[in-house]
């Protein structure tokens, strides 16, 4: 008898800003999840600047995941983007991404582009999904290893957002 491997759940997150006693959790998942994770200092170093903004996923009174990104004239730049390994595979940074994309438009910020190590094949086909595309290779872009990485943009696509259809609806009644 063969075992046909089961996905899990989908959960919903309250996505919000990120404020600071957050910090303890976001750390944990931090280094949870990376080899070389950024250290306190370095989230606020990072979080002190008047372009970057910090985005948490919630389940409940608990951090599952978290994003931090800088905001520039015509684009969006993920830093730092990661959910909790327990409740990977899930949808949490699906969601999380569907609420950075919504912030791009035709008019201001179209783009959103991040790093992802060579080596992060997970990383490399959730953003695939999402609709990055590697633009580029960045040789040793990780000082801490020297390790490779790719740059990836996910492009505002103004043409996906439909105009809304102005029917007759006696007309459309009688055409099926």
């Known amino acids: 008898m063969s075992t046909v491997p089961t996905t899990q759940a989908q959960v919903r997150v309250h996505i919000r800003w990120m404020i600071r006693r ?6 944990a998942i931090e280094h949870s999840s990376f080899e070389f994770p950024w250290g306190e ?24 995941g978290f994003m931090i990104y800088e905001l520039h004239k015509n684009k969006l730049h993920v830093l730092d983007f990661v959910t909790r390994p327990d409740f990977r595979r899930q949808g949490v940074g699906t969601q999380m991404v569907a609420k950075l994309l919504g912030k791009l438009s035709s008019h201001r910020r179209t783009k959103i582009v991040l790093h992802v190590r060579e080596s992060n094949l997970g990383g490399q086909l959730f953003y ?47 055409e099926n």
């Open 41 to 64: 200092e370095e989230f606020l170093r990072v979080l002190r600047q008047r372009n970057c903004i910090g985005m948490v996923a919630e389940m409940g009174e608990h951090v599952v």
């Open 128 to 174: 695939r999904s999402m609709g990055f595309l590697a633009l580029e290779v960045a040789r040793e872009h990780y000082a801490d290893t020297g390790e490779d990485g790719y740059l990836l943009q996910y492009l505002f696509d103004d043409s996906v957002i439909e105009e809304p259809v102005v029917a007759n609806r006696i007309a459309t009644q009688f």
């Open 22 to 27: 957050d910090m303890a959790e976001v750390l």
